[in-house]
C-alpha cells in the first residue's frame, strides 16, 4: 500500500506503531463493524460534541476514573444494538489472554461508539441474533496493520446527507518527531462537500492529492447547506491516536483539539443533531517524553488528520446495492 502522506507512511492510523484495525461487514443489512486492537494497554480518553451520543463504558475514559488504560476500541454501526459489537471484540480479547486488569477472569477493557444506519436501505430484521456481537468477534480476529477505507467495516452503512459515508484514515509525523494518526467513520448529518461541488470543506489540509486533489471552488455557491431529512438520526465517530506518552489528561485535551477537524471537514459539525465523539489514544511507543509545546503540535496535527481522514472516507466510498441508495463521490463526480 503506497503512501499518500508522508515518505514511509501508509496514511493510515496503524503508521502508529503497536495499533492493528480489523473489519467485519454484514452487506444484506447494510452494516458493519471496525475494531482498534492494541498490542499493549494503550492510555485513552474522549471528547463528546453530540448531544446523544451511542457510547459504551466512556466513563472510563475520564481523567477521574481509576481504569488508566484500554485493550481495544469497538467502532460499530446499528445504532443502539451496534454496542453489542463491543461484547464480541471483549470476547475475542479474553481468549487470546488479554486482561487489562490483574484477575483469572480475564476481563479486557473495550470502550465503543455506535452510528446510525439503521434507515440505509438496508434488511435491518435480524430477529433476536445477536448480530453486531458476531461483527465485532469477526472484525477483532481480522485485526492487522494494513486495510482499505470506504465501504468496511463500521463505513459500509455509513451516509451524509447527500452522498455515500464510509470509514477514513490518515496519518503525519509532527516536526517534534511524534507520529500522529486518525480513523473515521463518517455518518454526518450535512455534508462534506461544498453546496452540489465535488470540491470538499477540508481541502486546505490534503496532502498528495489524497482525496482527489480538486481544491476549493472557483465560485462559491449560495447555498451551501444540505441536512438529512431525519437529521437527528446520525453520528461522526473519530479515533486519534499518537506514539506519545501521555496522561489520561493530556489524552482528554488532544481528544478536544482533534475535535477542530470535524468542523474543519463537516458542515454542519457539533450542532444539536450531531453525535461527534472522538477517542483519544497514545500507546507511549516513543522513547521520548512530549513537551508542552509537543503537546500543542500534536493536537493541530490531530485535527488535521481527523479532516483528511473524513474526506478520504467519502472519497473511497461506494454506493449501497440499496434502492434510491445515496451516490459516491466518485460516481458523482469522479
Known amino acids: 500500500m503506497s503512501s499518500q502522506g508522508l515518505p514511509g507512511l501508509n496514511n493510515l492510523i496503524t503508521d502508529i506503531p503497536g495499533i492493528r484495525i480489523g473489519h467485519a461487514e454484514d452487506v444484506r443489512i447494510g452494516s458493519g463493524a471496525t475494531a482498534l486492537l492494541f498490542d499493549r494497554p494503550a492510555t485513552a ?22 481504569i488508566e488504560k484500554i485493550d481495544a476500541l469497538v467502532l460499530s454501526g446499528g445504532a443502539l444494538y451496534g454496542l453489542d459489537a463491543a461484547g464480541g471484540t471483549s470476547a475475542f480479547l479474553r481468549e487470546q489472554g488479554r486482561a487489562l486488569l490483574p484477575d483469572r477472569n480475564h476481563v479486557p477493557i473495550v470502550p465503543g ?18 448480530v453486531y456481537w458476531y461483527l465485532g468477534y469477526a472484525a477483532a480476529a481480522a ?4 486495510f482499505p477505507l470506504g465501504n468496511v467495516g463500521v463505513g459500509l452503512g455509513a451516509t451524509l446527507a447527500d452522498l455515500k459515508g464510509g470509514l477514513g484514515s490518515a496519518s503525519t509525523r509532527a516536526s517534534c518527531g511524534f507520529y500522529v494518526g486518525a480513523l473515521v467513520a463518517v455518518d454526518a448529518a450535512g455534508q462534506a462537500t461544498i453546496g452540489d461541488g465535488p470540491h470538499f470543506w477540508a481541502a486546505p ?8 486533489g480538486r481544491g476549493w471552488p472557483q465560485c462559491w455557491p449560495n447555498d451551501v447547506l444540505r441536512v438529512k431529512a431525519n437529521a437527528a438520526q446520525n453520528a461522526t465517530i473519530a479515533v486519534i491516536a499518537t506514539d506519545a506518552a501521555l496522561t489520561k ?8 483539539m482533534a475535535q477542530d477537524g470535524m468542523a474543519r471537514a463537516l458542515r454542519p459539525a457539533h450542532a444539536a443533531l450531531n453525535g461527534d ?4 489514544v497514545a500507546t507511549g511507543t516513543a522513547l521520548e517524553p512530549p513537551s508542552l509545546g509537543d503537546l500543542t503540535e500534536i493536537g ?4 488535521d488528520c481527523v479532516a483528511r481522514a473524513i474526506a478520504r472516507a467519502v472519497f473511497e466510498a461506494e454506493a449501497l446495492p440499496f434502492e434510491s441508495a445515496l451516490p459516491s463521490w466518485k460516481v458523482k463526480f469522479g
Open 300 to 303: 493541530n496535527c490531530a485535527a
Open 277 to 280: 465523539i472522538v477517542f483519544s
Open 249 to 256: 489528561a493530556e489524552a482528554k485535551r488532544l481528544a478536544g
Open 205 to 212: 489540509y490534503e496532502r498528495n492529492g489524497e482525496f482527489g
Open 143 to 146: 485485526a492487522k496493520t494494513e
Open 113 to 130: 461508539a455506535v452510528i446510525f444506519d439503521l434507515q440505509n436501505g438496508g434488511d435491518k430484521n435480524w430477529g433476536n441474533s445477536p
Open 45 to 66: 480518553s474522549v471528547a463528546i460534541r453530540g448531544c446523544a451520543p451511542g457510547l459504551r463504558d466512556g466513563a472510563l475514559l475520564e481523567p477521574d476514573s481509576a
